[in-house]
Protein backbone atom coordinates (compact mmCIF):
# COMPACT_ATOMS: atom_id res chain seq x y z
CA UNK A 1 0.00 0.00 0.00
CA UNK A 2 1.26 3.34 -1.30
CA UNK A 3 1.19 6.17 1.79
CA UNK A 4 1.69 10.05 1.75
CA UNK A 5 1.24 10.52 4.88
CA UNK A 6 4.16 11.99 6.89
CA UNK A 7 5.92 8.98 8.25
CA UNK A 8 9.61 8.31 9.59
CA UNK A 9 9.72 5.24 8.02
CA UNK A 10 9.95 5.14 3.73
CA UNK A 11 9.23 1.10 4.27
CA UNK A 12 7.06 -0.76 7.27
CA UNK A 13 6.32 -4.31 6.91
CA UNK A 14 4.36 -5.93 9.51
CA UNK A 15 4.61 -9.79 9.79
CA UNK A 16 4.79 -10.03 5.60
CA UNK A 17 4.48 -13.86 4.31
CA UNK A 18 4.19 -14.88 0.67
CA UNK A 19 3.04 -18.74 -0.14
CA UNK A 20 3.41 -19.81 -3.61
CA UNK A 21 1.68 -22.91 -4.27
CA UNK A 22 3.34 -25.57 -6.43
CA UNK A 23 2.89 -28.59 -9.15
CA UNK A 24 3.59 -31.89 -7.19
CA UNK A 25 6.94 -33.82 -9.15
CA UNK A 26 5.48 -37.13 -8.49
CA UNK A 27 6.18 -40.56 -10.19
CA UNK A 28 3.73 -42.61 -11.85
CA UNK A 29 3.74 -46.04 -13.20
CA UNK A 30 0.72 -47.14 -15.87
CA UNK A 31 -0.51 -49.82 -13.89
CA UNK A 32 -1.37 -47.11 -11.58
CA UNK A 33 -3.14 -44.91 -14.15
CA UNK A 34 -5.36 -48.19 -14.94
CA UNK A 35 -5.95 -49.24 -11.36
CA UNK A 36 -6.71 -46.04 -9.98
CA UNK A 37 -7.30 -43.10 -12.76
CA UNK A 38 -9.50 -41.10 -10.32
CA UNK A 39 -6.95 -41.04 -7.44
CA UNK A 40 -4.00 -40.38 -9.75
CA UNK A 41 -5.93 -37.28 -11.68
CA UNK A 42 -6.36 -36.21 -8.16
CA UNK A 43 -2.39 -36.41 -6.89
CA UNK A 44 -1.65 -34.41 -10.14
CA UNK A 45 -3.88 -31.48 -9.42
CA UNK A 46 -2.86 -31.06 -5.87
CA UNK A 47 -0.94 -28.43 -5.42
CA UNK A 48 1.78 -28.04 -2.38
CA UNK A 49 2.37 -25.03 -0.40
CA UNK A 50 5.92 -23.11 -0.32
CA UNK A 51 6.30 -20.02 2.04
CA UNK A 52 9.24 -17.69 0.24
CA UNK A 53 8.98 -15.53 3.28
CA UNK A 54 7.36 -15.89 6.45
CA UNK A 55 6.64 -13.42 9.20
CA UNK A 56 9.19 -10.61 8.04
CA UNK A 57 8.57 -7.47 10.15
CA UNK A 58 10.75 -4.40 8.74
CA UNK A 59 11.16 -0.47 9.18
CA UNK A 60 13.46 1.66 6.76
CA UNK A 61 14.03 5.08 7.55
CA UNK A 62 13.73 7.91 4.87
CA UNK A 63 17.41 8.17 3.53
CA UNK A 64 18.61 4.88 4.85
CA UNK A 65 20.66 2.68 2.60
CA UNK A 66 19.76 -0.92 3.71
CA UNK A 67 21.62 -4.17 1.97
CA UNK A 68 20.14 -7.60 1.72
CA UNK A 69 22.06 -10.59 1.60
CA UNK A 70 21.31 -14.17 1.40
CA UNK A 71 21.46 -17.71 -0.51
CA UNK A 72 20.05 -18.55 -3.44
CA UNK A 73 16.49 -19.10 -2.56
CA UNK A 74 16.35 -17.77 0.41
CA UNK A 75 13.75 -14.59 -0.69
CA UNK A 76 15.55 -11.56 -1.59
CA UNK A 77 14.24 -11.14 -4.89
CA UNK A 78 10.36 -12.00 -3.46
CA UNK A 79 10.91 -9.59 -1.03
CA UNK A 80 12.05 -6.91 -3.54
CA UNK A 81 9.31 -7.93 -5.87
CA UNK A 82 6.62 -7.66 -2.76
CA UNK A 83 7.70 -4.06 -2.23
CA UNK A 84 7.97 -2.92 -5.58
CA UNK A 85 3.85 -3.99 -5.50
CA UNK A 86 4.47 -6.39 -8.42
CA UNK A 87 3.72 -9.47 -6.09
CA UNK A 88 1.02 -9.03 -3.34
CA UNK A 89 1.69 -10.66 0.16
CA UNK A 90 0.12 -13.52 1.42
CA UNK A 91 0.09 -12.73 4.65
CA UNK A 92 0.66 -9.14 6.20
CA UNK A 93 0.75 -5.12 5.67
CA UNK A 94 3.02 -3.30 3.31
CA UNK A 95 3.28 0.59 3.43
CA UNK A 96 5.50 2.35 1.76
CA UNK A 97 5.81 6.37 1.89
CA UNK A 98 6.99 7.72 -1.37
CA UNK A 99 7.49 6.91 -4.60
CA UNK A 100 9.58 4.13 -5.72
CA UNK A 101 11.80 3.29 -9.14
CA UNK A 102 12.72 -0.22 -9.52
CA UNK A 103 15.41 -2.26 -10.97
CA UNK A 104 14.38 -6.33 -10.66
CA UNK A 105 15.00 -7.88 -13.73
CA UNK A 106 16.73 -7.06 -16.62
CA UNK A 107 14.40 -6.34 -20.13
CA UNK A 108 11.66 -6.26 -17.24
CA UNK A 109 9.02 -4.20 -18.98
CA UNK A 110 10.61 -3.31 -22.17
CA UNK A 111 9.57 -4.73 -25.78
CA UNK A 112 12.29 -6.06 -27.35
CA UNK A 113 11.22 -4.86 -30.90
CA UNK A 114 11.05 -1.49 -29.60
CA UNK A 115 14.14 0.94 -30.00
CA UNK A 116 15.47 2.23 -26.70
CA UNK A 117 14.41 5.30 -26.41
CA UNK A 118 10.80 4.06 -27.33
CA UNK A 119 11.42 2.16 -24.30
CA UNK A 120 12.72 4.48 -21.82
CA UNK A 121 9.75 7.02 -22.61
CA UNK A 122 7.57 4.31 -21.99
CA UNK A 123 8.98 2.67 -18.81
CA UNK A 124 9.38 6.59 -17.35
CA UNK A 125 5.63 6.32 -17.52
CA UNK A 126 4.80 3.25 -16.29
CA UNK A 127 7.17 4.20 -12.89
CA UNK A 128 5.34 7.03 -12.55
CA UNK A 129 5.84 10.20 -14.60
CA UNK A 130 3.89 12.10 -16.48
CA UNK A 131 4.14 12.70 -20.70
CA UNK A 132 6.19 16.09 -20.02
CA UNK A 133 8.10 14.73 -16.83
CA UNK A 134 9.11 12.10 -19.08
CA UNK A 135 9.91 13.80 -22.21
CA UNK A 136 12.18 16.10 -20.30
CA UNK A 137 13.92 13.68 -18.48
CA UNK A 138 14.38 11.61 -21.97
CA UNK A 139 17.76 13.48 -22.59
CA UNK A 140 19.31 12.51 -19.39
CA UNK A 141 18.41 9.16 -19.22
CA UNK A 142 19.94 8.66 -22.85
CA UNK A 143 23.29 10.62 -21.74
CA UNK A 144 23.66 8.70 -18.47
CA UNK A 145 23.16 5.52 -19.97
CA UNK A 146 25.96 6.42 -22.46
CA UNK A 147 24.43 4.01 -25.31
CA UNK A 148 24.92 6.74 -27.79
CA UNK A 149 23.51 5.82 -31.21
CA UNK A 150 22.33 2.50 -30.42
CA UNK A 151 19.53 4.24 -28.09
CA UNK A 152 17.64 4.26 -31.40
CA UNK A 153 18.54 0.66 -32.12
CA UNK A 154 15.94 -2.13 -31.04
CA UNK A 155 16.31 -3.39 -27.56
CA UNK A 156 16.47 -6.88 -29.47
CA UNK A 157 20.06 -5.68 -30.23
CA UNK A 158 21.31 -5.33 -26.89
CA UNK A 159 23.39 -7.27 -24.38
CA UNK A 160 22.72 -7.47 -20.90
CA UNK A 161 24.84 -4.71 -19.85
CA UNK A 162 23.18 -2.09 -22.26
CA UNK A 163 19.44 -3.42 -20.77
CA UNK A 164 21.39 -2.96 -17.57
CA UNK A 165 22.44 0.63 -18.25
CA UNK A 166 18.71 1.60 -19.57
CA UNK A 167 17.40 0.21 -17.08
CA UNK A 168 19.21 1.91 -14.41
CA UNK A 169 19.12 5.43 -15.79
CA UNK A 170 14.82 5.32 -16.35
CA UNK A 171 14.98 4.29 -12.57
CA UNK A 172 17.08 6.80 -11.23
CA UNK A 173 15.41 9.87 -13.37
CA UNK A 174 12.12 8.71 -11.86
CA UNK A 175 13.54 10.46 -9.15
CA UNK A 176 11.96 8.12 -6.56
CA UNK A 177 11.72 8.43 -2.69
CA UNK A 178 12.99 4.43 -2.79
CA UNK A 179 14.96 2.81 -5.25
CA UNK A 180 14.82 -0.84 -4.94
CA UNK A 181 18.14 -2.67 -6.70
CA UNK A 182 17.74 -6.38 -6.92
CA UNK A 183 21.65 -8.03 -7.85
CA UNK A 184 21.09 -6.65 -12.03
CA UNK A 185 23.70 -4.70 -11.27
CA UNK A 186 26.08 -7.56 -11.29
CA UNK A 187 26.25 -7.53 -15.04
CA UNK A 188 27.51 -4.18 -15.43
CA UNK A 189 30.83 -3.43 -16.42
CA UNK A 190 33.49 -1.62 -13.61
CA UNK A 191 32.97 1.60 -14.97
CA UNK A 192 29.27 1.85 -14.97
CA UNK A 193 28.93 0.06 -11.66
CA UNK A 194 31.32 2.37 -9.99
CA UNK A 195 29.36 5.67 -12.00
CA UNK A 196 25.63 3.31 -10.19
CA UNK A 197 27.37 3.48 -7.04
CA UNK A 198 28.79 7.13 -6.89
CA UNK A 199 24.90 8.16 -7.97
CA UNK A 200 23.72 6.03 -4.95
CA UNK A 201 25.64 8.46 -2.50
CA UNK A 202 23.93 11.66 -4.43
CA UNK A 203 20.29 9.84 -3.81
CA UNK A 204 21.52 9.64 -0.20
CA UNK A 205 22.42 12.71 -0.15
CA UNK A 206 18.92 13.76 -1.17
CA UNK A 207 17.41 11.52 1.22
CA UNK A 208 16.86 8.44 -0.69
CA UNK A 209 15.70 5.64 0.67
CA UNK A 210 17.73 2.60 -1.16
CA UNK A 211 17.18 -1.21 -0.66
CA UNK A 212 19.34 -3.48 -2.39
CA UNK A 213 19.77 -6.39 -2.86
CA UNK A 214 23.44 -8.42 -3.30
CA UNK A 215 25.89 -10.75 -2.47
CA UNK A 216 28.50 -8.78 -3.01
CA UNK A 217 30.60 -7.89 0.22
CA UNK A 218 31.78 -4.71 -0.31
CA UNK A 219 28.88 -3.65 -1.71
CA UNK A 220 27.29 -4.07 1.27
CA UNK A 221 30.01 -2.57 3.87
CA UNK A 222 30.78 0.57 1.83
CA UNK A 223 26.94 1.67 1.12
CA UNK A 224 24.50 -0.18 3.01
CA UNK A 225 23.73 1.75 7.04
CA UNK A 226 22.04 -1.44 7.91
CA UNK A 227 22.11 -5.03 6.42
CA UNK A 228 19.81 -7.96 7.21
CA UNK A 229 20.27 -11.96 5.89
CA UNK A 230 17.48 -13.94 5.07
CA UNK A 231 17.82 -17.82 5.45
CA UNK A 232 14.68 -19.96 4.50
CA UNK A 233 12.51 -17.21 3.45
CA UNK A 234 12.81 -15.59 7.33
CA UNK A 235 15.01 -12.75 8.36
CA UNK A 236 18.25 -14.36 10.09
CA UNK A 237 20.38 -11.31 11.14
CA UNK A 238 19.88 -8.05 11.44
CA UNK A 239 22.37 -5.00 11.94
CA UNK A 240 25.58 -3.34 11.16
CA UNK A 241 26.77 -4.87 7.70
CA UNK A 242 29.83 -6.24 8.98
CA UNK A 243 27.96 -7.77 11.58
CA UNK A 244 25.43 -9.47 8.85
CA UNK A 245 28.54 -10.38 6.57
CA UNK A 246 30.47 -12.07 9.46
CA UNK A 247 27.37 -14.32 9.99
CA UNK A 248 26.70 -14.76 6.62
CA UNK A 249 30.47 -16.27 5.82
CA UNK A 250 30.32 -18.51 9.39
CA UNK A 251 27.36 -19.96 7.90
CA UNK A 252 29.35 -20.16 4.38
CA UNK A 253 32.43 -21.91 6.44
CA UNK A 254 30.03 -24.75 7.79
CA UNK A 255 28.30 -25.15 4.54
CA UNK A 256 31.02 -24.70 1.75
CA UNK A 257 34.54 -24.16 2.04
CA UNK A 258 34.57 -22.74 -1.33
CA UNK A 259 32.64 -20.10 -1.06
CA UNK A 260 33.35 -19.08 2.11
CA UNK A 261 37.73 -18.15 1.45
CA UNK A 262 35.96 -16.22 -1.62
CA UNK A 263 33.71 -14.19 1.12
CA UNK A 264 37.10 -14.07 3.34
CA UNK A 265 39.49 -12.23 0.16
CA UNK A 266 36.68 -9.68 -0.44
CA UNK A 267 36.50 -8.95 3.43
CA UNK A 268 40.19 -8.88 3.60
CA UNK A 269 39.95 -6.79 0.50
CA UNK A 270 37.85 -4.07 1.94
CA UNK A 271 39.49 -3.82 5.12
CA UNK A 272 43.00 -3.18 3.79
CA UNK A 273 41.40 -0.91 1.58
CA UNK A 274 39.95 1.03 4.79
CA UNK A 275 43.13 0.66 6.84
CA UNK A 276 45.17 2.23 3.76
CA UNK A 277 42.57 5.40 4.07
CA UNK A 278 43.09 5.82 7.45
CA UNK A 279 46.81 5.80 7.11
CA UNK A 280 47.51 2.48 9.19
CA UNK A 281 49.19 0.83 6.04
CA UNK A 282 50.56 1.76 2.99
CA UNK A 283 49.94 0.65 -0.91
CA UNK A 284 54.04 -0.17 -0.63
CA UNK A 285 53.33 -2.08 2.68
CA UNK A 286 50.43 -4.25 1.12
CA UNK A 287 52.80 -4.65 -2.20
CA UNK A 288 50.16 -2.79 -4.75
CA UNK A 289 50.02 0.37 -6.65
CA UNK A 290 48.20 3.40 -4.70
CA UNK A 291 45.49 3.46 -7.19
CA UNK A 292 44.72 -0.45 -7.00
CA UNK A 293 41.89 -1.66 -4.58
CA UNK A 294 43.55 -4.49 -2.55
CA UNK A 295 42.35 -7.70 -3.38
CA UNK A 296 43.16 -9.94 -0.23
Same mark, same amino acid.
Given at each position: MLSNGASPYAVQL???SKRYLLDPQRPWRLKDV????? =??? /?? &? %??????????D??????????????GHNGSGKSTLLRILAG? /??? %??GTVEINGRYGAL &????? *?????? =??RENAYVNALFMGMSKDEAKAALPSIIEFSELGPFIDQPMRTYSSG??????? =????????????????LAVGDADFQEKCFEHFRTLRARNTTIIIVTHNVDTLIDFADRAISLEK *???KREGAPIEVVQDYMNALRRESPAMERA??????????QEAMKAGVVSAEMLGIAGSERPDG
Open positions: GDVIARPK =SLI /SQ &L %TAKEPFWALRISLNVKHGEILGIII /SPP %TL &LELGA *GFHPNA =SGMYLRLGF =SVAIHVKPDILLVDEV *GRIFQRALAGHLA
